[in-house]
């Protein structure tokens, strides 16, 4: 009788686990999604000496963190007038913008490395659409001027 009774038992507890287990998440009204949020955004600045000359071949990259270097990821690179005209996308706006000197002594000498708090110069041109594309921003920051090394 008592094994009869513990197989009933875990008869009904195998059932209660099966039923509980066995609603489909997809028959609730709630959708469901998988993704990312993102956005999309411009940067543009000129990139100059201390004489007010522009910069060619400066390279720009962004990240989240000024301490952590080896993660910025490439941006771009200034044009022959030091023009600095960036487009892209990413899970959020970058915090900084590190400018690199990366040709040596050819466009104008060596240039030391500079980061640039970027964060605070965001400004919201779009909406997003209330689900995983948080809209469209964008930094104008003006001339950033390098030191020489």
């Known amino acids: 009788m008592r094994r009869f009774i513990l197989f009933l038992f ?23 999604e998988y993704g990312c949020p993102w956005v999309e955004f411009s940067i543009k600045a000129r990139v100059v000496d201390a004489d007010g000359k522009p910069i060619k071949g400066i390279e720009a990259k962004s990240g989240y963190s000024a301490e952590d270097l080896d993660y910025f990821e490439f941006l771009g690179l200034t ?16 915090r900084y913008m590190l400018l690199t ?3 040596g002594e050819a466009n104008g000498g060596e240039f030391q490395d500079k980061i640039v708090e970027i964060e605070s110069s965001f400004e919201q041109i779009n909406e997003g659409d ?7 921003y964008k930094a104008e920051l003006g001339d950033i001027t390098l030191d020489k090394r």
């Open 10 to 32: 875990t008869l009904l507890g195998y059932g209660a686990m099966a039923a509980s287990c066995s609603e489909d998440p997809r028959d609730n009204d709630q959708p469901v």
């Open 79 to 94: 044009d022959v007038d030091g023009n600095l005209n960036i487009e892209s996308g990413d899970v959020s706006c970058p």
């Open 101 to 103: 000197d990366t040709d």
């Open 130 to 136: 209330g689900r995983w594309f948080d809209g469209g």
